[in-house]
């Protein structure tokens, strides 16, 4: 059985009284996934419960905890609270790797096929709080797979229209896919003279 068991009041008290209620949604949320995807809602359950811990610290603490490893990090500190969230938890002595690496990838995107990573980001993009993206929630329900390419693909093609840099490790969380399809489609054809 995954390591759980009371960490919810730690995170409690680390966390704001709104994140605290996201994040047991999240949880929620991620181990429905994990069990209609016959995989372990337990560890899927931790990881939610976990997987903000760090993400109200101020940003000095998070740059100490996490240095940064691009432009990306240093300008948006932010973007370094799944990475700060899995060195705190290792320091408190949490050991479940599995876990750990969904803790850690759950801002940028899960990068090496952790199925529990998956159903975290998800769980995180799409529970019903967010008040957006029902339609990744309800795919992942049936295809956790399909659900995570349509989350990675629409944030980068996202970002990307609108000029704005992708994270490095976000790049490796979409070129890690398993796609159904091809990813880029050719360019049309000039028309004929
Ligand atoms: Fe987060």
């Known amino acids: 059985m995954a390591e759980w068991t009371g960490w919810e009041e730690r995170v409690r008290l680390m966390v704001r009284p709104r994140r605290y209620e ?10 429905q996934i994990a069990l209609a995807n016959g995989l372990d809602d337990m560890r899927a359950y931790a ?5 903000d811990i760090a993400r109200d610290l101020p940003d000095a603490e998070l740059l100490r905890l996490a240095p940064p490893e691009c432009e990306i990090d240093a300008g948006h ?83 990307q229209g609108r000029g704005i ?9 979409y070129h890690s896919l398993p796609f159904a399809a091809p990813r880029v489609q050719p360019p049309p054809r000039p028309p004929r003279l």
């Open 77 to 159: 500190p932010l973007a370094l609270h799944g990475r700060a969230a899995r060195v705190l938890l290792e320091r408190w002595g949490y050991h479940d790797q599995v876990v750990l690496e969904a803790v850690e990838d759950h801002t940028t995107g899960p990068r090496g096929g952790n199925r529990v990573a998956a159903c975290v980001y998800i769980a995180d993009v799409s529970e019903p709080g967010r008040g957006v993206n029902a339609d990744i929630r309800e795919l992942a329900l049936r295809d956790l797979n399909a659900a995570l390419e349509r989350a990675i693909v629409s944030k980068v093609t996202y970002l």
């Open 47 to 51: 990881a939610g419960i976990l997987h």
């Open 165 to 173: 840099p992708v994270h490095p490790r976000t790049l490796q969380a």
């Open 22 to 31: 996201h994040v047991l949604r999240v949880a929620e949320l991620a181990a």
